[in-house]
């Protein structure tokens, strides 16, 4: 009986760490553009708290997607404010966990041995530094966030009729630099986090402000996430702690999004 009783408080115990351990992880699905940012700020918070971050980078369409059918994510952090108002209408993230973090900047890219170091935001313009065949790479223009970016700047500029047609478009915004980097595509729409991660590209144009919606990366537990690690990890990503991971990568921290 005393073994019996012995074995059984042994179990418990191996229960009981092994409900606490599951605790102590945090699985973020994020935007493709947030990945040097994230994944150096993952790596300060796992060595400060011992809460282990698994993240899964894709377009903010494809994850919000993915969570609606169930996909085990803690923490969404989309490139956009419609996918995660997306997920919001359909109760699929806890509502007082959001937050406007970041903002980013629209720009224009090219392979680092391109001639031109400036172009011209004019059908003129771009038509001489695509050439007769090349393409533009950007996300898909109905659903990627940074597809629907660069189609309003387009639109706003009165070059969307002319570009269009050269569109090559991509799953995701790293697909898109992958396609400038690589010198298949000698123009690109990024966003400035993505041109400073990569030094085979240079950035020869930055689309103002207003011509098209403010890039705003909001962020959220889901309405599923296990234990409290999500919870922790997105406050340290409001914190003071995780800002210059941010910055170094061209993001900038909205004011009241930190705590």
């Not at 123009?187 to 020869?204: C, H, T, W």
């Amino acid at each position: 009986m005393r073994s019996l009783f012995r074995a059984s408080v042994v179990a418990a115990l191996l229960f009981t760490a092994g409900a606490a351990q599951a605790a102590e992880n945090a699985t973020v699905f994020a935007a493709a553009s947030l990945k040097n940012a994230l994944d150096d700020a993952g790596k300060a918070f796992t060595a400060q708290s011992g809460v282990t971050v698994r993240t899964s980078y894709a377009a903010s369409s494809a994850l919000a997607r993915q969570i609606e059918s169930g996909a085990p994510a803690d923490l969404f952090a989309s490139a956009d404010l419609e996918w995660m108002d997306y997920l919001a209408k359909k109760n699929l993230i806890r509502p007082e966990t959001r937050v406007n973090l970041l903002n980013n900047r629209l720009v224009l890219v090219a392979p680092k041995d391109a001639k031109d170091n400036t172009v011209a935001f004019t059908p003129e313009g771009f038509a001489a530094a695509l050439g007769p065949d090349g393409r533009l790479a950007t996300g898909e223009v109905n659903s990627v966030p940074i597809g629907k970016y660069a189609k309003a700047a387009f639109e706003k500029f009165g070059l969307w009729a002319g570009v269009q047609p050269r569109l090559a478009q991509t799953d995701n915004v790293r697909a898109a630099l992958a396609l400038v980097s690589r010198g298949e595509a000698p123009l690109g729409v990024v966003y400035e986090s993505d041109a400073k991660s990569d030094p085979n590209v240079k950035i020869v144009g930055v689309f103002p402000a207003d011509s098209h919606p403010p890039v705003v990366y909001p962020f959220a537990v889901t309405a599923d996430a296990k234990g409290d690690g999500a919870k922790r990890f997105l406050d340290f990503l409001r914190s003071s702690a995780a800002k210059p991971f941010f910055e170094a990568q061209g993001f900038s921290v909205i004011s009241g999004g930190e705590q």
